[in-house]
């Protein structure tokens, strides 16, 4: 599923594609993606001009005039595509028209996990879209990442997966930024040195900016808003790579379960502590 960086792709492509656009039209044809409702979607977008966008954890914020949002979420599969004309691909679900004529807004998603909502204002993302974020991954100072932390003794790969504690991580940057720290996924933070803490953080934050300087990762079907794919999974160390040499110590790359989620890992050099 897109992970921060490939959001914030999603977000640097789309932007200049929007900015300053007046949505004339919504067209939903699968209600369950449009929140609070196909109508009410429609009915807050239309009219209004978008003024800037921003991001959250993988939450893609689009800001209105009047004061409203149009929060998107891709969910595991979801595309935002501009484009003149409708692209030949199938389970197209939202076309966004603008008054100008130009390009439209085409929401494809194959596995029907994302969702659009419009929100009056910003308590109403707060308590929406927003509800269960923590700080955004990207920048978060050591500091506020040791206190997200805390001595909690749950596995490191769940912590970090926990959006409450550090929006915008998931699967890929999990195991990628465990693997750079030298840290098994089940190590627990209550058992680790600070300064191994630190050496975390400093992972998450290296692999993040590298994965956006690569577009992101295209694991699925991941394309930014102009239809490019990244390319940050032929650097990936240890995701989906089960059973190849490990990049620092050519041991064999492992795959367990860990909460539910496949975990991909050294066991040579990620240590418990
Ligand atoms: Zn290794």
């Not at 800037?52 to 009047?66: E, N, P, V």
């Not at 997200?148 to 490191?156: K, S």
């Amino acid at each position: 599923m897109p992970e921060l960086p490939e959001v914030e792709c999603v977000r640097r492509t789309l932007e200049p594609a929007v900015i300053d656009r007046r949505v004339s039209r919504v067209l939903v044809s699968k209600p369950k993606l449009a929140r609070p409702t196909p109508a009410a979607l429609a009915e807050g977008l239309r009219g209004h001009v978008i003024t800037a966008t921003s991001r959250h954890g993988k939450l893609l914020i689009l800001h209105l005039d009047g004061g409203g949002y149009w929060a998107i979420h891709l969910g595991m599969t979801g595309q935002v595509i501009t484009a003149p004309q409708r692209p030949k691909a199938d389970h197209i679900h939202i076309t966004v028209s603008f008054s100008d004529k130009g390009p439209k807004l085409y929401y494809r998603d194959v596995r029907q996990f994302g969702f659009m909502a419009h929100c009056q204002d910003r308590a109403a993302l707060e308590a929406g879209p927003l509800a269960n974020f923590g700080p955004d991954a990207l920048g978060l100072g050591l500091d506020d990442f040791l206190r997200g932390l805390g001595r909690r003794t749950a596995p490191l790969k769940s912590l970090l997966l926990d959006q409450r504690i550090l929006a915008g991580v998931g699967n890929i940057y999990a195991d990628e930024a465990l693997h750079r720290a030298g840290l098994s996924p089940t190590a627990r933070p209550a058992d680790l040195a600070p300064e191994k803490l630190a050496n975390l953080h400093a992972a998450i934050q290296e692999t993040l900016a590298e994965a956006l300087a690569k577009g992101g990762s295209s694991v699925r079907n991941f394309v930014d808003a102009r239809g490019r794919a990244g390319t940050f999974q032929h650097a990936h160390r240890v995701y989906q790579r089960t059973g190849h040499a490990c990049p620092r110590c050519g041991g064999t790359i492992q795959r367990t379960v860990l909460g539910g989620r496949s975990t991909h890992f050294c066991p040579d050099c990620q240590l418990e502590k």
